[in-house]
């Protein structure tokens, strides 16, 4: 088996994603602007063996300096969304069991500590093969729509006061348009604004260069869905990403003056059509909060009945190391396990709420 963590620019990501179905979270461009923002480097777990092959996009990160750990002890993370390992087509399951274990090998030759992997919802091997290489946490489901469906279907499993807020944004007047990138800085208002309402942790206030950088850099797989008020101003606005069959919400807001009308009724409803015109075969909504089974996931499953399980994999590569740092950092709990809601313990934000 040849393994290797590969660069955006090796040609074999992007020959590998020519044989295996995948989505915008696997592409090398998007894992460039994710390293941006999350300060690491971009790199993919590559395994090749004969005409089968997995690859993992992770970002290499350097340990916080106040561990007083070697300068070359590094761990991995995938970028946030859903860039799990996948595979190519018809690969048997034996392979992913051979990949992780030359993932340990590889990791410890790279003084990589620990790995944090978000398994793909539809994509990913099933989760429980990867129990023997860490420990697998579920965390609540995902909200997706079968574009296969028709839209007669879509309106049958769409919730009645959906159904009902929809017809009356149409009534009112509320259009709705498709990658006018002259919105572009009111959707960033509308975000922010709408991450304050919502009290969301600093991560999600992602910068200007952020957003300037996934429309240049990720390119035509990103698209701008803006729902305008009867007057003209933005109600709500999200960011759509598309590659091949699938469809995925990215991030989206909505405009305080609005929120009582939920115009993000309209653009949805309104994508799903817009996604199947384009050949997608799924909308995948994602979840609720942190994973949970809240009202924002309640409000997503209005618009279809579907789900599915979305789950992350804690590795450790060297438990002396992890257990060095994890005493370095703090008193705080020193397995996976035991900590469900962060990991690796050692980066553990101070107060953070487990399971937050």
């Known amino acids: 088996m040849i393994t290797d963590f590969l660069s955006p620019n090796d040609r074999r990501w992007r020959r590998f994603l020519r044989r295996a179905r995948h989505d915008t979270y696997h592409l090398p461009e998007y894992s460039r602007v994710a390293a941006n923002y999350e300060a690491g480097e971009p790199v993919a777990f590559y395994a090749e063996d004969g005409d ?5 996009p992770l970002l ?6 106040d561990l007083g750990a070697p300068q070359s002890w590094r761990d991995v993370s995938s970028p946030y969304g859903y860039g799990g390992p996948i595979t190519t087509h018809g690969a048997r399951r034996d392979l992913l069991h051979d990949s992780l274990r030359s993932l340990r090998d590889l990791a ?13 919802p539809f994509y990913s091997m099933p ?12 965390h609540g489901s995902i909200v997706y729509v079968d574009l296969r469906k028709s839209p007669e279907q879509w309106q049958a499993e769409t919730r009645l006061d959906h159904r009902r807020n929809i017809a009356r944004l149409i009534r009112l007047g509320y259009t709705v348009e498709m990658d006018n990138w002259a919105a572009y800085p009111e959707f960033r208002e509308v975000y922010r604004a709408t991450m304050e309402r919502h009290s969301a942790s600093d991560f999600y206030f992602f910068s200007d260069p952020y957003f300037l950088e996934l429309r240049d850099i990720v390119g035509d797989h990103v698209h701008l869905c803006t ?17 091949d069959e699938i469809a995925e919400y990215h991030l989206g807001g909505t405009a305080e003056a609005h929120f009582p009308k939920a115009p993000s009724k309209l653009m949805f409803d309104f994508v799903r059509r817009w996604a199947k015109e384009r050949g997608a075969t799924i909308l995948n909504l994602g979840g609720g909060v942190g994973g949970a089974a809240g009202s924002l ?3 997503k499953s209005g618009f279809s009945p579907l789900a599915a399980d979305f789950h992350t994999v804690r590795i450790i ?22 900590l469900p809601g962060f990991f690796p313990a050692y980066r553990r934000p101070p107060n953070a709420q487990v399971g937050a």
Request: glycine share 6%.
């Open 52 to 56: 089968q092959a997995l690859l993992m």
């Open 60 to 65: 290499m990160r350097e340990l916080p300096a």
């Open 108 to 120: 410890r030759e790279h003084d990589v500590m620990t790995a944090f992997i978000r398994l793909h």
């Open 127 to 138: 989760a429980v093969l990867f129990e023997e290489a860490g420990t697998v946490v579920q």
């Open 227 to 243: 729902v305008r008020a009867p007057e003209g101003d933005v109600a709500s606005s999200g960011l759509f990403f598309l590659v």
């Open 297 to 299: 996931h309640r409000f």
């Open 317 to 338: 590569f060297d438990d002396d190391r992890y257990r060095q740092l994890t005493e370095a950092a703090g008193d705080l709990p020193r397995t996976a396990e035991a």
